[in-house]
């Protein structure tokens, strides 16, 4: 085995531990570690941000080409993205528990319709639909503290955005003022790493101040979406 294919498979690891973080987070929830949680969750996050660089650099593909980094990168974030969070909506009560199981299973399955299709991430780096982003989603709402009943239709509501063909922005590929996105995107990130570790009780000026990136990411996805024009083919 060369080193150029050691290298490969060194990345594919590098993408896997992500599931591992999964399983730490989820165990961290069950204990009511949720501080904890969410940090094995911001380091599945750094992992994914990361991980296709370091596939293209490594030329992964053509090492491996037998090998689909791709659906090894989607089972994770399915996982990272979708399922924990999932587990902390019904563990830590962010609904009411009447409504519990219906809002786990919208999320999951909306998550798996869009995981599932084709055009999930374009030729143009975009992703179709709400991009499961439900492991800020909880985050926020967990910090908020609003009553559950605004925490059921925020969730419902974002799940129906899966279906909905409106393109949101690939913050690291998108290329409509990718350096503002990513100067703000990793301001945001170090911001919210400084709001986990105040959990439980965080700076609520700390926190209004962290929702300037996704309300822009927000904007921008709008705007994207109304230039776009005509699909485009999914990316492969």
Same mark, same amino acid.
């Not at 085995?1 to 973080?21: F, N």
């Not at 999951?108 to 030729?123: E, M, N, V």
């Given at each position: ?8 498979? =060194?990345?594919?690891? *590098?993408? #896997? $531990?992500?599931? =591992?973080?999964?399983?730490? #987070?989820? %165990? ?21 941000? &990361? ?16 090998? %689909?980094?791709?659906?090894?990168? !989607?089972?994770?974030?399915? =996982? &990272? *993205?979708?399922?924990?969070? #999932? ?12 409504? /519990? ?18 055009? #999930?991430? &374009? ?8 991009? /499961? *982003?439900? %492991?800020?989603?909880?985050? @926020?709402?967990? +910090? ?6 605004? %925490?059921?239709?925020?969730? +419902?509501?974002?799940?129906? +955005? ?9 913050? /690291? ?33 700390? =926190?209004?101040? $962290? ?5 822009? @990411? ?12 005509? !699909? ?5």
């Amino acid at each position: 085995m060369t080193r150029l294919v050691i290298s490969a498979w =060194l990345v594919h690891l *590098y993408t #896997a $531990s992500g599931a =591992l973080c999964a399983f730490l #987070a989820l %165990n961290r929830i069950f204990y009511d570690r949720y501080r904890d949680a969410f940090v094995w969750l911001g380091v599945a996050v750094v992992i994914d941000a &990361t991980d296709g660089m370091l596939a293209r650099r490594a030329d992964v593909a053509t090492r491996i080409p037998w090998f %689909n980094g791709r659906k090894l990168d !989607d089972i994770v974030d399915y =996982l &990272t *993205y979708v399922f924990v969070p #999932a587990f902390f909506v019904w563990h830590a009560l962010l609904v009411p528990d009447r409504w /519990s199981m219906f809002v786990v299973a919208a999320m999951l399955l909306s998550s798996a319709y869009g995981f599932g299709r084709d055009d #999930a991430k &374009t030729t143009d780096h975009l992703f179709t639909g709400f991009p /499961s *982003y439900w %492991n800020i989603v909880v985050l @926020y709402l967990h +910090l908020a503290g609003w009553a559950p009943e605004t %925490n059921t239709v925020l969730l +419902l509501a974002l799940a129906g +955005l899966a279906f909905v063909p409106i393109r949101f922005v690939y913050p /690291s590929r998108t290329p409509m003022w990718r350096p503002l996105t990513m100067a703000l995107g990793v301001a945001w990130a170090v911001t919210t790493f400084v709001l986990v570790w105040q959990m439980p009780e965080v700076s609520r000026p700390l =926190l209004r101040a $962290s929702l300037v990136f996704p309300v822009y @990411y927000v904007l921008l996805s709008m705007r994207l979406t109304l230039l776009r024009g005509p !699909d485009r083919k999914a990316a492969r």
